[in-house]
């Protein structure tokens, strides 16, 4: 396991560095091989977006979090599915274009509950309600599940909290990293 840190990452999204995103990856991974790692992830759906900068230089292959989530999506017979996290994740096409996606201004809520709260360990009752009522509206759009796209919503929002069957993508990557690894041995 090895990261740089997310205070590293978010100067280079604030400036929209995507080069910068795929060095400090790179990086990891060519630590990560170096000592025996065969296969390599990432649980942060947002610098998914420097893959296409990635692949071609990583000494080792990659499971991309948004095909493992959308395969399981499909898994389970879900057709129409809402998308939560950062605004550098929503805004992006680490996700298909078929998902269901915030408003400009749910996306600014969320990026802020996110950023501000939730990385910082800051669980707001209110926040949880921002959260659910994003999900409920997805509901009312004709959604059958919304993605947890971002490692910090499952700890304010699950199945038991949410209106929608929800897609833990930090969970769902580990769970599909674990049955290739299998593979490999």
Known sequence: ???????????????????????????????????????????DNTIHQAMPQVLPRSPRPWLHIAEVVVAEAAA????????????WLVDSTVYPDAC????????DEVHRIIMDELVNGVFKPESVGVLQRLIDRFRDQGCDAVVLGCTEIPLVISDANSSLPTLDSTRLLARAALRSAMRLA
């Open 1 to 43: 396991m090895h990261s740089h840190s997310l205070a590293d990452y978010v100067v280079c999204l604030d400036r929209g560095d995507w080069a910068g995103v795929a060095e400090l990856m790179l990086d990891s991974a060519h630590k990560l091989a170096a000592i025996g790692a065969e296969l390599l992830i990432c649980p």
């Open 76 to 87: 389970r017979g879900y057709r129409r599915i809402g998308l939560t996290g950062t605004r």
């Open 100 to 107: 269901v996606r915030p408003s400009a201004a749910e996306r």
